[in-house]
């Protein structure tokens, strides 16, 4: 185990509703990356969070934001959700410099959204 | 941007055969990782090569990163069914991000 949880494990939303997914970091961990995981593929970077600033953003729009907290846990808000957003959501805690392309990622277990 | 190929897709094994994954970046990479997702399951991390031309084994797993650091390749020698999953490559190189490549499903047969 990672010691990297994430809640809820399965969401249902309709499209152009709001949805905050949680995930809570390996105590000592001040990097987070959020990821999205389409069926049958890897998973792609949405951004970083190191010590509570967006550090890193990969190629999604800005309806995706995120939070991160003094007490290692983070969010991921998407606001008017969309069908192509039906997808596995997994956060990544890592230990360094806020680096995360050059730090091990610690995944958790990931929430499954699905967009009707 | 940033591109990390990998192939092939899919590769099915009688147990005890060979198995081979290979990555392609479109640039050169500063590091690479590699990664296993067991099916319902998350990635986990294997092992992150740095070094041009390196060459890490564990157990039965042998990683290596070409010399132009831009290729990577796994192979898993005598295969089990305990190796059954999808294996992801992950570079990074100048942004501060992972890009994973699509993955290798690897289905072992008994």
């Known amino acids: 185990e990672t010691g990297v949880t994430q809640s809820p494990t399965h969401l249902i939303k309709t499209r152009g509703q709001q949805v905050t997914l949680r995930c809570s970091s390996q105590?000592?961990?001040?990097?987070v990356s959020w990821y999205q995981q389409a069926l049958g593929q890897g998973p792609q970077f949405i951004f970083q969070y190191y010590r509570e600033e967006e550090n890193g953003r990969g190629n999604f729009p800005p309806r995706f934001s995120g939070l991160q907290f003094p007490n290692y846990s983070s969010e991921l808000n998407v606001n008017a959700l969309e069908l192509d957003d039906s997808a596995l959501y997994l956060c990544?805690?890592?230990?360094?410099?806020?680096?995360?392309?050059?730090?091990?990622?610690?995944f958790g277990p990931g929430t499954r959204l699905t967009v009707l | 941007g940033q591109q990390v190929m990998q192939i092939p897709q899919y590769q099915h094994v009688q147990e005890g055969e060979d198995f081979t994954t290979y990555c392609n970046s479109s640039?050169?990479?500063?590091?690479i990782q590699w990664y296993k997702q067991r099916p319902g399951g998350h990635p986990v991390f294997l092992i992150q090569?740095?070094?041009?031309?390196e060459v890490k084994k564990q157990k039965r797993l042998t990683f290596q990163f070409g010399e132009a650091k831009k290729n990577s390749s796994l192979h898993i020698t005598a295969t089990q069914t305990t190796d059954v999953g999808t294996y992801f490559c992950a570079g990074s190189g100048s942004a501060r991000q992972l890009t994973f490549g699509s993955g290798t499903q690897l289905t072992v047969l008994p």
């Open positions: 105590s000592g961990h001040n990097t």
């Open positions: 990544a805690s890592s230990l360094q410099s806020g680096f995360a392309g050059g730090d091990t990622q610690y």
């Open positions: 640039t050169t990479l500063s590091n």
């Open positions: 090569l740095v070094k041009s031309g």
